[in-house]
């Protein structure tokens, strides 16, 4: 089955810099790769997706950008801000599995 | 429109008890999948029902199970339970599976004594 891993575990940032979470997959069928995010005591909230057939993805502050061919992902934030500190789960799926296999998350903590 | 509703919030139990938790998807989604997440764990996958059929199925012992309505409501037993299973367990609703991406519950917090 799909194995994600997921780097760093813990992360901290000063306010205002930026920061970058990286995972790895496993299995080459894998073709959507979303973001979690999950502050304390909170359900996990999706925050941007990508899907194989593209490179990269930008919503505002957050950017995704895959590599297909080296099996890796990366979430960035930039212009970090206290609200951004959370943590951080990558995912994986593909058709047919109808499941997400996630990484083992990322806990950001942003310095005021 | 609505959320993912899971129901109880909190659950205290007892060592060989079974416990049963409740999960409402949004409407329209006949996907409904099961994690637990630990601090130490992440989030493990259990299960995934799609119109009442059990899709895909995680590394978890049979004391673990699952069922889902025609109204595609969930819901997962475990039994005999054990103090390793003390754990928040979330459901997530999706249009399809996984491809389609999750709206997460807020989760039944189950503490095993």
């Known amino acids: 089955g799909e194995n994600v891993e997921q780097h760093p575990s813990t992360l901290s940032v000063q306010e205002g810099d930026s920061a970058v979470i990286k995972c790895t997959y496993s299995?080459?069928?894998?073709?959507?790769f979303p973001w979690y995010k999950q502050e304390l005591g909170k359900r996990p909230q999706l925050i941007i997706d990508?899907?194989?057939?593209?490179g990269e993805k930008k919503d505002q502050r957050i950017a995704v950008t895959l590599n297909k061919t080296a099996k890796h992902f990366s979430l960035h934030i930039t212009e970090t801000q206290p609200e951004d500190s959370a943590v951080y789960f990558c995912?994986?799926?593909?058709?047919?599995?109808?499941?997400?296999?996630f990484g083992a998350g990322t806990t950001v903590t942003v310095r005021a | 429109k609505a959320g993912v509703t899971q129901t109880p919030r909190y659950l205290i139990k007892t060592r060989g008890q079974q416990v049963t938790l409740s999960c409402s998807p949004i409407?329209?989604?006949?996907?409904v999948s099961w994690y637990q997440q630990t601090p130490g764990q992440g989030l493990q996958f259990l299960f995934e029902?799609?119109?009442?059929?059990?899709?895909n199925k995680g590394n978890f012992p049979g004391r673990f199970s699952g069922r889902q309505f025609s109204n595609s409501r969930s819901e997962m037993n475990v039994s005999t339970l054990e103090l390793g299973d003390s754990a928040l367990y979330l459901c997530?609703?999706?249009?399809?599976?996984?491809?389609?991406?999750?709206?997460f519950g807020s989760g039944t917090r189950l503490t095993v004594v």
């Open positions: 997530a609703s999706s249009f399809e599976g996984g491809i389609y991406g999750y709206t």
């Open positions: 299995d080459s069928a894998s073709n959507y």
């Open positions: 990508i899907r194989s057939n593209v």
């Open positions: 995912a994986a799926s593909y058709s047919g599995d109808y499941k997400l296999s």
């Open positions: 409407s329209g989604h006949r996907s």
């Open positions: 029902y799609f119109s009442e059929t059990q899709r």
